[in-house]
């Protein structure tokens, strides 16, 4: 759809939308171009009511943290829908569950799981996105993921309908879910144990030591690459860079982590096509030295 009608179809959510917005800020790596149309969704009413309105004629990207997305330097042609903080609510639905908006950081959860004196969240102190992100890609460290302490999630498809869906109905497998892709997530519930909150804290304070001694922080990076195979070999991602790369190399100021070599970073004005050289050349020298063929983790929006 044209730029103009878009305007005049989209005319009512006023400053909620903007045209040709910039992306670069909006994501860790700090890369990108724009995007036709931007969308922060002030509460659930409006993004039905947006969504209804669209009738999926656009292409629909849904930000969450920014934290694992590269952006393409070129004009994104569709919809960039982001929530606003009117989807980061959190509460104790009883004594072991919690009901945190999707818009909620991995971070925020594991603080109020401690705070409530619920165990089985403390993992989440070290993943960096929301909890939109986490579901869709089932992350998780440290030997556990986001299936492990869901319940159900509550959702909306692009035409406007909210359904709810019980974790038992999900498939999930590493990095991934069987769900549709055209659903962007709301909420969802999550299942803790009772315990101390001086134990649940001191279980994060070890997680996040150990999480500092292996991978960089406060720099433009987003996380883990590529997964790690989980059958081809018993070897982590960042062992099968080191056998197969030059660990110096770089494209532009795109380099791989001295700290972590599963982890790229920016180190200052990278590209897009700086960082997908990078990737692409790494992913091809790992698949000739060991023939194993890695896939992304991060999502590309192009």
Excluded at 58 to 70: C, M, P, Q, V, Y
Excluded at 150 to 159: C, E, K, P
């Amino acid at each position: 759809m044209k730029i103009d009608k878009l305007k005049n179809l989209l005319e009512e959510f006023g400053s909620n939308v903007k045209f040709e917005h910039d992306l670069k800020k909006k994501n860790w790596f700090n890369i990108g171009g724009k995007s036709k149309v931007f969308y922060k969704a002030e509460n659930l009413r409006e993004l039905v009511n947006f969504l209804k309105k669209l009738e999926c004629k656009e292409k629909i990207f849904i930000l969450g943290a920014g934290s694992n997305t590269l952006v393409s330097d070129n004009l994104f042609d569709g919809v960039v829908i982001k929530l606003s903080k009117n989807f980061n609510n959190i509460s104790l639905h009883s004594e072991n569950t919690i009901i945190a908006g999707s818009a909620v950081l991995d971070k925020s959860l594991s603080d109020f799981a401690m705070k409530n004196n619920l165990s089985g969240f403390e993992f989440l102190s070290c993943i960096p996105g929301s909890v939109g992100g986490g579901i869709t890609m089932n992350a998780g460290c440290f030997g556990r993921e986001f299936r492990d302490i869901l319940l159900s999630i509550q959702a909306i498809d692009y035409f406007g309908n909210i359904i709810t869906i019980p974790s038992k109905d999900i498939k999930f497998e590493y990095r991934k879910n069987n769900l549709p892709e055209d659903l962007i997530f709301l909420s969802a519930s999550f299942k803790g144990v009772k315990s101390d909150s001086l134990k649940i804290n001191d279980e994060i304070i070890k997680l996040k030591t150990e999480k500092d001694k292996n991978q960089p922080t406060k720099i433009k990076t987003s996380g883990s690459t590529f997964k790690n195979p989980t059958s081809q070999t018993k070897k982590k991602v960042w062992e099968l860079i080191k056998e197969s790369v030059p660990l110096n190399k770089s494209f532009g100021d795109a380099c791989i982590s001295e700290k972590h070599y599963n982890f790229f970073v920016n180190k200052g004005e990278a590209s897009f096509k700086d960082m997908n050289n990078l990737i692409n050349f790494v992913a091809k020298n790992v698949l000739e030295k060991t023939g194993i063929s890695l896939e992304k983790e991060i999502k590309i929006l192009e």
